[in-house]
Structure formats: C-alpha cells, structure tokens
C-alpha cells in the first residue's frame, strides 16, 4: 500500500494555485471566450426549452409537443414555406443579377466614374432598409404613389399601373435595397480574375457567350454561390418588408408570423419558438452550404506567382453608354427613394413632385419630429447602443480572432465557429430567443436598454469577427515572434505590435458595427418595452400610426443624414490606406 507522505491540499487552494498560475492575457481570454459563448448559445437553448415548454399564464410549464402540432398542422405553415422561399429566392436572384452587373461593370472594364459608382455602393449602407421601404410605397403604392399617379395623368389611366403590394413589389423593394452588397461580395472576384484566360478562349475562335458561360462563369462559379447564399439568408431573415408591404398584402412569411404569435393579444411564446427553429434551421442549413462551397475556393483561384496582371476590357465607344445604364440603375433603385422621402418631408400629405399645385413648401414636419416627446430618447438610446455594441464587439472579435489565429490554432475553427454562427440567425429570432431567455433567467435586463445590447452583441458579432479575421490574416508571424524573441508577453504583444498595425481595419469594423446598429429593427421590435425606444421602432411606429407621411420621411432624413456623413467618413479612411500602402 502506498503512504502519502505529504499533507492533503485542499481543492479550493488547488483551484487557487492553477488559477494564480495564468497569465492575465489568458485570463482576460478566457473570459472573452466564456462571454461569448454566454451571448451564443443561452438565447439559443432559451429558444428550444421555450418551443418545448407549455405556454401558460405563468410562463413555460411543462414538457410538450403541443407547439409543434400547433405550428405545423395547420395548411397556413405551407404558404409560409411557400412565401418565404419565393420572397428570398426571388430577391436572392435578382440582387444577385444588379449587383453582378455593377461588380462587372465597375472591376472589369474601364468604364469612366468607377469610383463614384463604388462610393456610392458604401454610402448605401447608410440607408436603412425600414425608410427605403417605405419611400417605395411612396412611389408605387396604388393610392399615394407619385409614380402611379403621374402615370395615370399622363396617359389617362384609370387604375395604377405598379402594385407595390405584391410578391414582385416586395422582391424589387429588397433587391434594390440589397444590390450593393452583392457588388461588394462579387466585387473582389471579379477583380482577381485573370482575363488573360478570356483572352486566349477569344483568340482561339470563342464567341462572347461561349467565353462567358465556359471560362469566365465557372471561374465565377465559389463567389456566385456563395454570394447568392448569403443574400437567400438575408432574404428569409428580412422583416421590414414583409411588415410593411406583405401584411397589407396579406403574404406572410415567417418573419412576421412570429412576431404576430409574440405581439399578439394573447402571446403564443411556444408556437412562435416552434416557427423560429424551422425558419433557424433553414438559415443554418443555408450557411453550412455557403461555407461548404467557399471551403474549395482555392481550386478557381486565378492569382498565382507567375505573372499575374489584372487587366481590364477595353470598351471603346462602349464605355459611356455602359456608364449611363449603371448610372440610371443607382439613381432608379438608390436615388428615387431618397429624393422621394427629401421632398415628401417638406410636404403635409403625399404630393406629386414638380407638379402645379403642390402646394407650399414646409419645415412643419422637421419642427414635428424634433418635438416629438420620445426622439431625443431615441436618438440617445440608438447612438449609444451603436457606440457600446461596437466597441465592445471590436474588441472581443479582435481578441477571439488573435486566439484562433495565434494563441490556439488547433481549436481556431472552434472559436471562429462560435463567433460565425449568429450569421445564421435572423434578427427577428435574435429578439425572440433573447425575450424567452432573459424571462427565464433572474437577471433584470427586460424592458431596458441592457437587453437591446445583448441582442446587438449577439447580432453583429459575426462581422466584427471576419473584419478582425481578415486584418490579423494580412500580419506575419515574424513580428509577434521578433516580440516574444525580445521577452514581450503575450498581452504585450497583443497591445503593443498587434492593436497600432490593426487601428485602420479596427476603425472600419467599429464604423460598420456602428451603422449597423443605428439602423436596426428586426430585434429591437421584440425588445423595446415602455421606457426604451429606438430610431427604428420609433419610425415604424410613427408609419403604422397613420400620422403625417411627412413627418415619418423627415425622421427619415434626419436618421440618414449623419449615417450618409460617417460612412463617407469610412470612404475616405479607406482611400487614405491604400494611399499609403502605394
């Protein structure tokens, strides 16, 4: 028998010594890790136990199926399946066909005004998708649609020609919201593509269609599937489109079922989780195809060591008219909507621009909206929700994205997954599966703006992660080795040769987080209680109310206007880089 010769430790002093024996990096690391795994995956498991659990007056009772057989036997889930996949492929698709068209026009040719074009890709970002909507049903709407009405004078029409209440009214209004995304996701294939390729097929006797389909579109083929992926995701996920323009058309998708079972009279919180995890395991199965088809990209690369030059096809006469088509398409699907909420917010009722008659010219609204009782909370509430959750995010991706990277690469893809995986959840969710988890837990976040943060956080996390991803990626090893050769830390190395290198690519992500979150809804709706509100909220609110149209596009303005100002502000940051890498 073996005798212990030393004394026993206790387990508290063991867990003592182990702690006291990690460095703070790690420490603060491993907390990153924990707080962000907390923000994952507690909504999510809230979101399950609450689709499992009775609804009763008192909150989830006991374990049942009832949720589901609720949900899912009624004939009414089959035109939700239906809407939402033709609503998302259909402006999958055709944001798909803009914003490759542009990406073409602006990366391939020389096209003059190509950099106006890609400014005013960035500035859209600024626009938030609720106010673009409803400057849509400004334009088209069968009633108040200055469009329709113009078009009735001048060809003596009596019904409207345009029905923005329609399937094909709400993928237009998404694909025109939605198409500078694609430039941007289709933009830097285009560029790295070598049309040394084309040119060879061309000397060869291939005509223009045969090179497209045969050389350029199988290049093509990773970033046209994962781009139209990516925008099938954002298509599900949409709310304010389906909120404002499917419900008067009674088309429903999921989106706004489930906020219906939640914001109802008699709130159903299981058969709303039932509905989330159908449309989740939708956007899941979405995103493992989009990562399963960008995992073998390398296959089509065109860029290689051995004499890449990246050129671009020469036009000739073809090169304005090519510039005046992409210019008619922003001003059409980016320009009419904005112009059309500047002019109506100096207007009482709707009013035909340009026309006799118009009436007079007024600040009324402006004078409205700025005393209006809950803006200034709004404004406040928005701004600080975009400061906190983008700096916070920052600073935990960059922090994850250096373990993966760096501090662990065996379990990198863990952690890049854990940050990765709220892509697939839709805002709407988000906002749900936050409400049933901070109901359960006894932790006093409901009705304050502490819940909206979580929801953000959970939110936007996934692009804090690929900016972060993408600026450490460009940062040789050799620099953090030369510092820990030198005896720096690994906290010394983070905040000392990492954070200066990485301020341009951190100032950009703080910058998006920030437009992101001022503009946000989806979640928002499910979360604001008496004493909160936001831009976004507020703004529907003031639609729905059936108040002054004027008044609604004059919030509009006012909310563009500085959006508009920061992410030109981002423009001409970026310009400054590559200014200095030249």
Sequence with gaps: MALSTGIEVPATARWRDRLSSISPAKLIAIIGVVFVAWLVLVPLFALFYTAFAEDTPYGPGDFTFDNFVNAYSQWHLLSLFWNSLVFAGGAGILTLVLGGFVAWAVERTDMPGREVFHSLTLLSFALPGLLTTMAWMLILSPNVGWVNSLLKIWFGLETAPFNIYSMSGMIWVLSAHYFPLAYLLLGPAFRSLDVRMEEAAYMSGARQMQIARRVTMPMMKPAILSTLLLLFVRGIESF????????????EVFTTDIQAAIRGSSPELGVASALSITLLAICILTVYLYRRSTRNAEAFATITGKGYKPTRMKLGAWRWPLAGITGLLFAFALGLPVATMIWQSLFQKPTLPFMAGAGDMTFDNYRFVFGYPIFADAVTTSVSLGAMSATIIV?????????????????????????????????????????????????????????????????????????????????????????????????????????????????????????????????????????THVLGTISLTMWEEGGSYGAVCALGVIQILPLIVIVAFLRWLERRIQGSEH
């Design 395 to 531: 600073g935990l991706a960059f922090m994850l994205a250096w373990i993966a990277q760096r501090a662990l690469p065996r379990y990198g893809w863990m952690f890049d997954l854990l940050a990765f995986l709220p892509i697939a959840f839709p805002s709407i969710i988000v906002g749900a599966s936050i409400l049933f988890a901070y109901l359960l837990l006894p932790i006093p976040v409901y009705n304050t703006i502490w819940i909206l943060l979580i929801a953000y956080l959970t939110l936007y996390m996934p692009y804090g992660m690929r900016f972060a991803s993408g600026g450490l990626v460009q940062i040789h090893k050799e620099l953090e080795e030369a510092a820990h050769t030198s005896g720096a830390s690994y906290g010394q190395v983070f905040r000392r040769v990492l954070m200066p290198l990485l301020i341009p690519v951190a100032l950009s992500a703080w910058i998006y987080i920030f437009v992101l979150a001022v503009r946000e809804l989806g979640a928002s709706i499910m979360l604001v209680g008496p004493g």
């Design 240 to 251: 304010e489109v389906p909120r404002l323009i499917g419900n008067p058309a009674r088309i």
